[in-house]
T-cell receptor, first 114, second 115 residues
Framework: GAVVSQHPSRVICKSGTSVKIECRSL??????MFWYRQFPKKSLMLMAT?????????EQGVEKDKFLINHASLTLSTLTVTSAHPEDSSFYIC??????????FGNGTRLTVT | AQSVTQLDSQVPVFEEAPVELRCNYS??????LFWYVQYPNQGLQLLLK??????LVKGINGFEAEFNKSQTSFHLRKPSVHISDTAEYFC?????????????FGKGTRLHILP
């Protein structure tokens, strides 16, 4: 069946550096991708919605310049956390949906900023 | 705007006992409803969804949920739980108007199976 691959699964970076997380749809064309952030023992917070070839739509309170989202192709979306700080440490999850495909989630990326 | 309330943050239950995880939603428009399961350090897996038709929806792993429009609820049930059901369960909603709409999640309920 359809699968969404998220990479890396874990990343540790130093404060001030940038980290890129990839989300790929493996056997379908993802017209829409969603990026979520999950805090410990809390729900998934939608960060942004991205449609292929257009700018991402960010949720209220999410810094566009901090969390750069690129959806350059129908199978790949990237989330770049720029100038990361310890408070950006979290579990980031992407999901993808195609025209004829239901929503599928990636396995998430555990980001730790030291 | 839509919102989802999961009243129980944690539900402990003995193995082979039945369980119900509660979910209530709020929306000014018709909605689709979902239950997802998340195992530790993993993404989300769809358990079941209500789009239309029969209000009783059966999903994977023996789970089922019933859509109750008058009570704006979508409670998840399983008649007999197994230790492998230990996980976090999320109720979610999206607007019926647009099937490509974003999904809003509840805060989750941790199901803790006691041996």
């Amino acid at each position: 069946g359809a699968v969404v691959s998220q990479h890396p699964s874990r990343v540790i970076c130093k404060s001030g550096t940038s980290v890129k997380i990839e989300c790929r749809s493996l056997d379908f064309q993802a017209t829409t991708m969603f990026w979520y952030r999950q805090f410990p023992k809390k729900s998934l917070m939608l960060m942004a919605t991205s449609n292929e070839g257009s700018k991402a739509t960010y949720e209220q309170g999410v810094e566009k310049d901090k969390f750069l989202i690129n959806h350059a192709s129908l199978t790949l979306s990237t989330l770049t956390v720029t100038s990361a700080h310890p408070e950006d440490s979290s579990f980031y999850i992407c999901s993808a949906r195609g025209a004829n495909s239901p929503l599928h989630f990636g396995n998430g990326t555990r980001l730790t900023v030291t | 705007a839509q919102s989802v309330t999961q009243l129980d943050s944690q539900v402990p239950v003995f193995e082979e006992a039945p369980v119900e995880l509660r979910c209530n939603y709020s929306s000014s428009v018709s909605v689709y409803l979902f239950w997802y399961v998340q195992y530790p350090n993993q993404g989300l897996q769809l358990l079941l969804k209500y789009l239309s038709g029969s209000t009783l929806v059966k999903g994977i792993n023996g789970f089922e949920a019933e859509f109750n429009k008058s009570q704006t609820s979508f409670h998840l049930r399983k008649p007999s739980v197994h230790i492998s059901d230990t996980a976090e369960y999320f109720c979610a909603v999206s607007r019926r108007k647009n099937r490509d709409d974003k999904i809003i999640f509840g805060k989750g309920t941790r199901l803790h199976i006691l041996p």
